[in-house]
């Protein structure tokens, strides 16, 4: 099962204000933010990475794949997503400890 519009809408919506930004990848959703990806959305589930970011709500039962042969991400459930000022925290706490992305090479001339 892949997301569909209404839940990536309900998703950012819950991530709103934050200038995130969700772009297709593999059929599902890869979440930016300040040009790091700290989250993805597959089958209609907010996955965050697991970073140092510790909250006594993330539990174990909340680690899982979010695809099949996947790390384990954060599997946030809706009873969490409801909460939009401890969710864009989490993220906000995540994306500060994720690496920035490499930058590109330039293209070889040939």
Excluded: H
Excluded at 66 to 80: E, N, T, V
Excluded at 95 to 110: C, F, G, L, Q, Y
């Amino acid at each position: 099962m892949s997301t569909d519009p209404a839940q990536l809408a309900r998703i950012l919506a819950a991530l709103d204000p934050l200038p995130v930004t969700a772009k297709r990848m593999f059929g599902e959703y890869a979440i930016y933010l300040d040009g790091r990806l700290p989250a993805f959305i597959t089958d209609g589930v907010l996955g965050v990475k697991v970073t140092s970011v510790a909250d006594p709500a993330l539990t174990p039962d909340l680690l899982g794949p979010i695809y099949a042969g996947s790390k384990d991400y954060w599997r946030i459930p809706d009873r969490l997503l409801a909460d939009t000022a401890w969710l864009q925290e989490l993220v906000m706490a995540t994306t500060a400890v994720i690496d920035p992305p490499k930058p590109r090479r330039p293209p070889s001339e040939r």
